[in-house]
């Protein structure tokens, strides 16, 4: 039976001589564990994780819409089967049950988490989605810039919906930059962006 020091991670990697496939595994588990808590903490300081993100791997997720529940799934769905799959992999090897069963356990343990991890995303993009809150009722609002809109780009703002202040993807009307703090008014919706133009202040 394998025990908890048999899950020496850090120095299966860097250390210690083992396996090809227990090199593999370790990896994984320590890649995906660790990509899957920093994705974890930079989505509870909103959208701080989509910019380090988007600059690090050049992925595009909105992260504060509906359709981006899909982009964030399937990244976190990714870091949860390489962990579990690294784990369980491991697990199984450590256990004396032979490379064969270690890859197979290690397979079914990555899909298994995959699923459920996108499973719990869907409940939470569900669940957020439940104030039946259009983002046509956007228009006409007032608020403020929160990452800056580039010249021809796309940035974020921050405007009171619903009652709760809510962080969308907003691109200028004008095409002009709009610099972070600045005040705009929301007047028109592309799919999931919001068309914006300059404001003289927050009051409506």
């Not at 799959?85 to 298994?112: E, M, P, Q, R, W």
């Not at 409940?123 to 046509?136: D, Q, T």
Request: net charge negative.
């Amino acid at each position: 039976m394998a025990t908890l020091d048999d899950f020496d991670l850090i120095s299966l990697v860097f250390g210690e001589a083992g396996s090809s496939l227990e090199l593999l595994f370790a990896a994984s588990a320590l890649i995906g564990g660790v990509l899957f808590l920093l994705w974890f903490i930079l989505m509870l300081l909103g959208g701080v994780a989509e910019g380090v993100f988007e600059g690090l791997f050049g992925l595009e997720m909105d992260m504060m819409s509906s359709d981006g529940s899909f982009d964030a799934m399937t990244f976190q769905g990714v870091m949860a089967f390489m962990m579990f799959f690294g784990l369980a992999g491991l697990y199984t090897l450590k256990s004396d049950g032979g490379d064969t069963l270690a890859i197979g356990v290690g397979g079914v343990a990555g899909a298994a988490s995959m699923y459920g991890t996108g499973k719990i995303f869907q409940v939470f993009f569900a669940l957020e989605a439940s104030g039946n809150i259009e983002i046509s009722d956007a228009v006409g609002q007032k608020g403020t810039v929160y990452l800056r809109i580039p010249e021809g780009g796309v940035g974020q703002v921050q405007i009171q919906l619903g009652g709760a202040l809510k962080t969308y993807n907003a691109k200028s009307k004008d095409e002009q930059g709009i610099a972070t703090g600045d005040f705009i008014e929301v007047v028109d919706t592309i799919a999931s962006t919001l068309v914006v133009e300059r404001a003289s202040s927050s009051e409506e």
